[in-house]
């Protein structure tokens, strides 16, 4: 079984602009999660998606926003970006009601 | 209510020897209780997790021991190998809106020395 990819691997922004970052969950994986993982703040929960619908959210600004599309396959969106947003953005999918989730390798975006 | 609280932020042992990383959480609607561990540039792989009607759980060289009394639990590495060295997350999951919410600790960087 292919397991969690995101697109793109890394990413450099400047201020102000948006950014758009993908997610394939494995197959038969409807739940999608990410987080905003940076060194001073760990592993920050952003939101979870299942069958296109967002059931939980983190608290982050609404420039944050994310969907989630029929073949479970998600993307999210960064709008107005600042520096601070500068971070490795994990994806993960889980089954229906399990906790357990399986990571992609993230997306890397610098934003200059 | 949210948090979990992980320590140390960095551990070094040496080979052979156990590694020790703890956690407590706070609010007992939590029910699944992970460990992630973390390579550079890798994301975070399920490791071992356990639910709280079990005090402790072993797959090969790693334990959870549990105590849900002190909502604290911790992850054993046995026989440390410097193929160990990486960060190491616990996290606490419960049910909220039909799915799961998780709430990962900041992490331990764990280096076994040869």
């Known amino acids: 079984k292919a397991g969690v990819t995101q697109t793109p691997r890394y990413l450099i922004k400047t201020r102000g602009q948006q950014v758009t970052l993908s997610c394939s969950p494995i197959s038969g994986h409807r739940s999608v999660s990410w987080y905003q993982q940076t060194p001073g703040q760990g592993l920050q929960f952003l939101f979870e998606y299942f069958s296109e619908t967002q059931r939980n959210k983190g608290n982050f600004p609404g420039r944050f926003s994310g969907r989630q599309f029929s073949n479970s396959r998600s993307e999210m969106n960064v709008s107005t970006l600042e520096l601070g947003d500068s971070a490795l953005y994990l994806c993960?999918?889980?089954?229906?009601?399990?906790?357990?989730?399986?990571f992609g390798p993230g997306t890397r975006l610098t934003v200059l | 209510q949210q948090q979990v609280k992980q320590s140390p932020q960095s551990l070094i042992v040496q080979k052979g020897g156990i590694s020790i990383i703890n956690c407590a959480y706070e609010?007992?609607?939590?029910?699944?209780f992970p460990w992630y561990q973390q390579f550079p540039g890798k994301g975070p792989a399920l490791l071992i997790a356990i639910r709280p009607d079990v005090s402790e759980k072993k797959e090969g060289r790693f334990t959870i021991s549990f105590n849900k009394s002190a909502k604290q639990f911790s992850l054993h590495i046995m026989d440390s190998q410097p193929g160990d060295s990486a960060t190491y997350f616990c996290?606490?999951?419960?049910?909220?809106?039909?799915?799961?919410?998780?709430?990962f600790g900041a992490g331990t960087r764990l280096f076994v020395k040869a």
């Open positions: 993960a999918s889980s089954t229906l009601t399990e906790g357990e989730q399986f």
């Open positions: 996290a606490a999951s419960m049910g909220q809106a039909g799915g799961f919410k998780t709430i």
């Open positions: 609010n007992t609607a939590f029910d699944y």
